[in-house]
């Protein structure tokens, strides 16, 4: 099955991290850029970060500078993301998608987006 399959989710105090992961299966991910985002309540999706093909990381929110940090590993189909120093406005749905095109995906525009995953922040 193609698909995208996040994980690494849960509840978190503020200040804690997570590792979120990013598993590919039915293609693989050194062919596409992967983005991640999220979507907090009452707002609409907001782009987090994003790494291409190749492993440059082309995007990073003012929001999360200095705090997240995206990776990908093609040798393991498995993209990441580190979030440390997490506060409460962090409280969300996290989704990765992947696109293939030689462009990195949007909500709109993507091959491939994933179920998402809860991630709550609270003490």
């Known amino acids: 099955q193609v698909q995208l399959v996040e994980s690494g989710g849960g509840f978190v105090q503020p200040g804690g991290s997570l590792r979120l992961s990013c598993a590919a299966s039915g293609f693989t991910l050194d062919q596409y850029c992967i983005g991640w985002f999220r979507k907090l309540p009452g707002r609409d999706h907001e782009r987090i970060s994003e790494?291409?093909?190749?492993?440059?990381?082309?995007y990073l929110a003012d929001s999360v500078k200095g705090r997240f940090t995206i990776s990908k590993d093609n040798a393991k189909n498995t993209a990441l993301l580190i979030m440390d120093n997490l506060k409460f406005e962090d409280t969300g749905v996290y989704t990765c998608?992947?696109?293939?095109?030689?462009?990195?995906?949007?909500?709109?525009?993507?091959?491939?987006w994933g179920q998402g995953i809860q991630v709550t922040v609270s003490s």
């Open positions: 790494i291409t093909a190749d492993n440059h990381i082309t």
């Open positions: 998608a992947a696109r293939g095109d030689g462009w990195c995906p949007t909500q709109y525009d993507n091959d491939y």
